[in-house]
């Protein structure tokens, strides 16, 4: 019977092509039961670990758990994050329960640089319950850079820019970033600046997405590639949003605002909700505004660092329509 340790060193090791390409020291090391580990995941930004815990466990657990880690993989510095279900609810009242500001184990970073298909990332262990950077969209990320060369592209819910940064590096004539927070948004620019991109503010615009949506539609302000990856669940003082509820509401805004030709890509991250179901919502938006389209391409998060259970699709959707 493998330890605890076996187990977590067995599961880094499965990443082995990630292990050694110099130009990605971000992914992710532990997905859960796919790993063995139920309600467990870990994420590996070069020698930083953030190990994340998707129930209540129990002190004498999380600390088996830490030790194991520690043992396993030697990480410099090793950061713990409490998400359970209600976590979302209690992000702003315990964020000190749930995400504790300094390291668990090892050294504590305020800030380090990742890198993704050789761009750099700006990483916060100790921001939140988020650090920096979604690692299951990294292969949508390799993607855009393929496809982002002359085009114009709005970014929804951008958080820290990663698809502008990324669009920008591909060759965009024009990457707009929208996200409800100024901070993360400054983040952004960071994350741009990192990478020899200029900045420029009014491509870095906080509010509403759903409001700013309708302003754009408004001007008549087209994109030729809208990438809608919004959060499952939000509250701003303006709306509340559900993807599982409200993915079709955004499709419809966000499809006013694709120029003829241009693609969406809508994503969701939500794993109560099946990829057909998923689908059909987009579709259900893009009927609603009076556009057709047809689906061009539909992927998900590495399966080297993502992989799912037996039976289980993964919880990540991404499909991309091209609109009439």
């Known amino acids: 019977m493998p330890t605890l340790v076996d187990t977590l060193r067995t599961a880094q090791a499965r990443r082995g092509p990630l292990l050694t390409d110099a130009r990605t020291t971000a992914f992710r090391v532990l997905h859960g039961e796919a790993d063995g580990v139920p309600d467990v995941t870990?994420?590996?930004?070069?020698g930083l670990y953030v190990l994340s815990l998707y129930r209540d466990f129990s002190p004498t657990e999380e600390e088996a758990l830490l030790d194991a880690a520690m043992t396993a993989w030697a990480p410099t510095s090793l950061y713990l994050k409490r998400r359970p279900r209600e976590a979302r609810v209690l992000a702003n009242v315990a964020k000190e329960t749930l995400a504790p500001e300094t390291s668990a184990r090892g050294e504590p970073v305020e800030s380090l640089t990742a890198l993704e298909n050789g761009l750099s990332f700006l990483i916060r262990p100790?921001?939140?319950?988020s650090v920096g950077l979604y690692l299951d969209m990294r292969d949508t990320r390799a993607w855009l850079l393929k496809e982002a060369r002359g085009l114009t592209v709005l970014n929804l819910?951008?958080?820290t820019c990663a698809f502008g940064v990324v669009a920008k590096a591909g060759g965009a004539k024009r990457a707009l970033n929208l996200d409800a927070s100024r901070r993360v948004l400054e983040w952004g620019e960071e994350n741009a600046q990192l990478n020899g991109q200029p900045v420029d503010r009014y491509d870095?615009?906080?509010?509403?997405?759903?409001?700013?949506?309708?302003?754009?539609?408004?001007?008549?302000?087209?994109f030729d590639l809208v990438i809608a990856d919004p959060p499952s669940f939000s509250n701003t003082k303006e709306a509340r949003f559900s993807a599982a509820r409200d993915y079709a509401r955004l499709a419809e805004a966000t499809a006013r605002v694709v120029a003829p030709g241009g693609?969406?890509?809508a994503c969701c991250n939500h794993a109560g909700l099946p990829a057909r179901r998923f689908e059909a919502m987009v579709s259900e938006g893009l009927s609603l505004a009076g556009r057709q389209g047809r689906a061009v391409d539909s992927s998900g998060p590495?399966?080297?660092?993502?992989?799912s259970p037996p039976g289980q699709e993964p919880a990540l959707k991404v499909h991309v329509v091209q609109l009439r």
Do not use: C, I, M, N
Not at 42 to 46: C, H, K, N, T
Not at 126 to 129: S, W, Y
Not at 204 to 222: H, I, M, Q, S
């Open 157 to 159: 819910f951008a958080y």
């Open 126 to 129: 100790g921001q939140g319950l």
């Open 42 to 46: 870990a994420d590996r930004f070069g």
């Open 204 to 222: 870095y615009v906080a509010g509403d997405v759903f409001d700013w949506l309708k302003r754009l539609a408004k001007k008549g302000e087209t």
């Open 302 to 307: 590495s399966s080297l660092d993502f992989p």
């Open 263 to 265: 693609r969406l890509v």
